[in-house]
């Protein structure tokens, strides 16, 4: 039937959204070296509203070890200074007058175990929005009406095949990113 097949679309592609959205927090998850998204989460007030740091400075990675972020107007150092702190990545910024520094230190392996469970976390949240997407899907296709109970049962079992190999996809990002974390 086009209404299950249309459920079933709308379920893989929110798992797909699930999937990416726990990418891109494990991105932000550092693992002992220097990369520019690791302030992708940082805003800053610019004329009065937050704006994404990127949009205000440009953030570059001169050796495996140093950020640098040149912002595109001077005046915007100490705000910029000011939201780095406040992030709290554990980032100790040095300003210079025309750009700021922040040295990326190695990491201890108390701190490697300390982003490991920040990865289960997020790994956690990306299965439990598989599994909502799961619910909600079966939740729809069980309010379909005219739809034999078979067709029904079908649909289910493919949602949960597709949720199967979406929560073993997270695994798989989780297995990397341990690997990327643990790598002394």
């Not at 805003?43 to 001169?62: D, K, R």
């Not at 100490?78 to 990491?107: K, S």
């Amino acid at each position: 039937m086009e209404e299950i097949e249309i459920y079933l679309d709308t379920a893989k592609e929110m798992m797909e959204n699930a999937i990416k959205h726990t990418n891109e927090e494990f991105v932000k998850i550092r693992a002992g070296k220097a990369m520019p998204n690791m302030l992708d989460g940082i805003e800053v007030e610019y004329y009065g509203s937050m704006t994404p740091l990127n949009q205000v400075a440009g953030v570059t990675t001169p050796d495996a070890r140093t950020l640098s972020v040149k912002p595109w107007e001077k005046t915007m150092l100490q705000e910029i200074e000011r939201a780095i702190i406040n992030g709290n990545l554990g980032f100790n910024p040095q300003n210079d007058g025309e750009q700021i520094r922040i040295n990326i230190p190695p990491l201890t392996e108390e701190r490697r175990l300390q982003l490991m469970k920040q990865v289960k976390a997020e790994a956690e949240k990306g299965k439990v929005s598989v599994r909502n997407a799961r619910k909600d899907t079966n939740d729809s296709l069980k309010k379909l009406d005219g739809v034999s109970e078979d067709l029904i049962k079908d649909a289910e079992e493919e949602v949960q095949k597709l949720t199967d190999s979406f929560v073993k996809k997270i695994d798989s990002l989780v297995d990397a990113k341990e690997k990327d974390i643990m790598t002394v």
